[in-house]
């Protein structure tokens, strides 16, 4: 009876398990008597849309924004930033001072202005892993929340034609007089040859330290009048090449890295110097914008029982951002550390998988003719690293966190909008195969890496 009991239990946690995990991942309860409809993004459920609260549920106000945790703060007069000289009052260089794109160089239609903020030189003392990220201007006062988040390095790259610098560089100063850790942050400017950047009239001292006067100003950027599009693996490369540490993490500026990433990785390698062929996969979460960030993973995964959490891109590219072990991932809980979980490759069946790692400044750049509009954008990066045979280490203790919200599929889109978007998919996937061509030639053929 006692043995029977216990095969009793034992059958019924696994079968809960079964019913978390499966939630976790697909946002459905076994409970429900509808019938599944499989779809390119995943598991809908048809009839009874009442019953799916993932679909349902009204979001609350947004719980977030970025530099938030500063409303009605005032900025202080001195700024713990080392600006180039004449910044942030007046931006004047000469022609010397600007350097090419790293992959395409003399060729590319793009400039660099490298450290107009120059980070502190003496980081012996922090993680020897620089966060790499990048920005268009209104979106640049989200380093403020990278800044306090990431205890290393960070190299951010700025899209700044015309105008728009004066944007950023608005942006920048108050978050240098309001965030202490911006003592931290490197800055460099990426702009079309034909629109160097002009830091105009914008005023940099009215406001607090929330900087909602200077965020969310999309509409008024040159970028956005002009219809220009995001050089977004220019910018990647620029932050990535300019990092002064062996080991980098390039990623977006909206993803929030959890609690102690950049310590806990550097503890778990031991100081060791990096492996050339390895990197580590730090998973992306998104969560809803009514809930806060979660900083641990005991937080993210009591989210996503509650459906206010799923893996990035989850509703949108399902492919992209489910990284092998996603399963095992969510089962096991919080190892209240960075540890790794296993090692994989980029092959088929995840041929498609575009993930964001801990890597080196030497790895393969990103192909800097793909555009942000165009999608799909690290592709070929990741094509060649397969090639390369990269073993990827998923790690676990760790992950980065998407925000404002949950992304879904827009139920209206205007024709003109979709025709936009169609045409650099199209311009991308032309690159792309171009791209693959070349790498197919110059390596040894692995045809697991494009199945």
Not at 60 to 71: I, K, N, R, T, V
Not at 322 to 327: A, C, E, N, S, V
Not at 415 to 440: D, P, T, W
Request: glycine share 6%.
């Amino acid at each position: 009876m006692r043995s029977l009991a216990r095969r009793l239990l034992v059958w019924s946690a696994l079968a809960l398990s079964l019913l978390v995990v499966c939630r976790l991942l697909f946002g459905y309860d076994f409970r429900q008597s509808s019938t599944l409809v499989l779809h390119d993004e995943g598991i809908s459920i048809p009839g009874n849309h009442a019953s799916n609260p993932q679909q349902d549920a009204q979001p609350g106000p947004p719980a977030y924004s970025a530099g938030m945790y500063m409303a009605g703060r005032r900025p202080h007069n001195a700024s713990v930033c080392k600006w180039y000289p004449g910044l942030p009052d007046v931006l004047s260089y000469p022609p010397s001072r600007l350097t090419w794109s790293p992959e395409i160089g003399e060729k590319s239609p793009y400039r660099i202005l490298p450290f107009v903020l120059r980070g502190a030189e003496t980081t012996d003392r922090l993680p020897q892993v620089t966060l790499s990220t990048h920005a268009t201007a209104d979106q640049v006062y989200g380093i403020v929340e990278l800044a306090r988040r990431w205890e290393g390095p960070l190299s951010l790259a700025v899209f700044v034609p015309g105008l728009d610098a004066g944007l950023a560089v608005a942006q920048l100063d108050r978050a240098c007089r309001c965030e202490p850790a911006m003592y931290k942050v490197s800055v460099h400017l990426v702009f079309p040859a034909g629109r160097p950047p002009a830091v105009g009239a914008i005023g940099r001292t009215q406001g607090d330290c929330a900087a909602s006067d200077l965020q969310w100003r999309q509409a008024e950027t040159e970028r956005r009048k002009r219809s220009m599009t995001y050089p977004i693996n220019v910018a990647r490369n620029v932050a990535r090449t300019a990092a002064n540490t062996s080991r980098v993490l390039v990623s977006d500026i909206e993803l929030l890295p959890s609690a102690r990433l950049a310590s806990g990785f550097m503890e778990m390698v031991r100081q060791r110097p990096p492996k050339i062929g390895v990197i580590f996969v730090v998973p992306v979460f998104e969560v809803e914008s009514s809930e806060q960030p979660p900083a641990t993973k005991l937080e993210l995964l009591a989210a996503c029982r509650a459906g206010l959490a799923v893996y990035f891109h989850r509703f949108l590219c399902p492919h992209c951002q489910r990284f092998p072990g996603l399963t095992r991932w969510m089962i096991r809980p919080d190892p209240g550390k960075v540890r790794p979980l296993i090692i994989t490759r980029r092959e088929y069946p995840h041929h498609r998988w575009e993930p964001v790692f801990i890597g080196t400044r030497e790895d393969p750049l990103y192909t800097e003719e793909m555009s942000w509009e165009g999608k799909q954008d690290k592709m070929a990066q990741m094509f060649e690293m397969c090639l390369l045979n990269f073993r990827l280490v998923v790690l676990d203790g760790a992950f980065l966190v998407h925000t404002p919200g949950i992304k879904r599929k827009a139920r209206k889109i205007s024709v003109a909008i979709q025709e936009f978007f169609r045409s650099h998919e199209r311009r991308n996937a032309r690159i792309y195969q171009h791209v693959i061509k070349r790498l197919i030639k110059q390596y040894p053929i692995n045809r697991r890496c494009s199945q």
